[in-house]
């Protein structure tokens, strides 16, 4: 009997894809699913006469298998996932490979690495994205794991990845232990911030020109053309989900679809992240925020009656508000994965996962949902400058977000008067304008606050015409404190 090259346990969408996706080229899969007849409804359906081995027990799965053995879960995050691992390794050997293919948390991915690693198995934590038709044609893939456990499947995740349009396959090692899944992680936060532009971008246009479903997915075509900036999946599907009709009213699908927007977590994740290591997140922390508040309809309709706050309508030429909105909608993508990257970059520092920024993005060229046209551009960014501290200050981005800025600032304040909230919008356009301030007042006041009611300390700078922080002979930032209940309010500088 011919041996399967792995295993895939769960069969729900993303599995059976991927298994189907590996068979096509050339694999063959041994597939496996806790509900045995969602496996027979399988192999009887789509796996059909194709070279894909269905089994009924873990140790059938394991025992079809090529050494070292490798399976893969595609299985829910969390305890499901520890729950096969145990299953899993009395049927292993030493060396055999474990892939999770899900979407775990990172902290879980870094501990089962330790653990299994311990033990003297391989395990890459791995993002797939693209959903099922990224999962069936080719998805972007981020593994990451020991390097020895990469090198086991390599070819095949080449071989079954996306391809960008230069035919390079959107797959590359991250790093180690839980690299994958943070990068995972983080691109499903420009995610979350990438589609709630869009969101406002599509409310505004509705509410500011009375535009309807179909006018606006023209538009969104449109700016899906070949040589358009802002090309990307989510335009697409946003242009053919805009003009769909409701099979049983022909109303268009959107207007009748219900304004509450679920999540499964990754979100949540990167902001949690993003609070943990400092780095500031607004606009994926506003789309994050914004489903949150889509989930209270009672309370919106309530509060709708009891708060009519009305509109002030600006009037804005339709011409005018598209070229408007499409400069603002790009300069705000800017702004979302300078955030995202910015947070990659902490969490390699921080982590020691020593990431590679341009074949990061380089990768998310094909089959994942954030595959953008100027991804192109963040690519060559990195290759020309892999220490850009900000995605902001590559000199092309620079030059960009300088000429449409203003476009950006008109946009808001069109949403505004339309009565839409631009959270995102708006949380874009402060990110990149704090990040250029020398001198952050708020700041200054929020010091001498903290200090007055906790004797928390402040800096102090050399004064208005040189913000730098002082420092002392010895190049240490030196602490203050005012004694402020004291009179004359003496000051003493702070050792800690």
């Keep these: 009997m011919e041996k399967a090259d792995i295993g895939l346990i769960g069969m729900e969408v993303m599995g059976r894809s991927l298994a189907l996706n590996m068979e096509s080229k050339g694999y063959c899969v041994a597939v496996f699913n806790r509900t045995a007849s969602k496996t027979q409804a399988f192999a009887e359906g789509p796996a059909k006469k194709k070279n894909i081995f269905p089994t009924y027990s873990m140790e ?119 690299a994958g899944h943070f990068v995972k992680m983080t691109h499903n936060g420009i995610e979350y911030g990438d589609m709630q532009l869009i969101g406002e971008t599509v409310w505004t246009l509705k509410n500011a020109s009375n535009m309807n479903s179909e006018q606006i997915a023209d538009i969104m075509t ?61 606009t994926i922390a506003a789309a994050v925020f914004s489903r949150e508040m889509s989930q209270d309809k009672e309370l919106r309709l309530k509060m709708s009656e009891d708060l009519n706050l009305g509109k002030a309508r600006e009037k804005t030429e339709r011409a005018d508000l598209v070229q408007i909105a499409h400069d603002a909608l790009y300069v705000a993508k800017i702004a979302s994965y300078a955030q995202g990257l910015s947070l990659l970059k902490a969490a390699s520092e921080h982590y020691g996962f020593n990431l590679n920024m341009g074949n990061i993005t380089r990768g998310w060229r094909g089959g994942c949902i954030i595959r953008a046209q100027f991804l192109d551009e963040i690519t060559r960014a990195y290759e020309e400058n892999p220490q850009i501290p900000n995605l902001l200050a590559a000199p092309r981005f620079a030059k960009t977000v300088k000429e449409n800025i203003n476009n950006l600032v008109r946009f808001i304040h069109i949403a505004h008067s339309a009565g839409v909230p631009a959270l995102a919008m708006d949380s874009a356009y402060d990110y990149i304008l ?63």
């Design 222 to 282: 449109k700016w899906n053309g070949q040589n358009d900036v802002l090309r990307s999946y989510l335009i697409e599907i946003t242009a053919d989900g805009m003009r769909e009709k409701d099979k049983q009213t022909d109303e268009y699908l959107v207007d009748r679809t219900a304004d509450i927007t679920r999540m499964k977590g990754t979100g949540t994740w990167t902001v949690q992240s993003a609070l943990e290591l400092l780095v500031p997140v607004p």
């Design 60 to 178: 059938d799965l394991v025992s079809v298998l090529k050494r070292p053995k490798k399976i893969m879960l595609m299985v829910k995050e969390g305890a499901p996932v520890d729950a096969f691992i145990e299953k899993l390794l009395p049927l292993l050997d030493k060396g055999d490979l474990i892939i999770d293919g899900g979407n775990s948390y990172f902290k879980d991915t870094m501990r089962r690495n330790t653990e299994l690693s311990e033990k003297g198995f391989l395990y890459i934590g791995t993002g797939v994205s693209g959903g099922e038709e990224g999962a069936l044609k080719g998805p972007a893939i981020m593994p990451g794991g020991q390097l020895e456990a990469y090198k086991l499947v390599e070819k095949l995740f080449e071989d079954i990845a996306a391809q960008a349009g230069d035919g390079v396959p959107c797959v590359s090692y991250i790093g180690p232990h839980g």
């Design 434 to 496: 704090q990040l250029v301030t020398p001198l952050m007042v708020s700041a200054q006041v929020a010091a001498l606050q903290r200090d007055y009611f906790g004797a928390h300390g402040y800096f102090k700078t050399r004064g208005a015409e040189d913000p730098g922080i002082m420092a002392t002979d010895e190049g240490k930032i030196r602490e203050f404190h005012t004694e402020w209940m004291l009179a004359g309010r003496p000051e003493r500088e702070i050792t800690r």
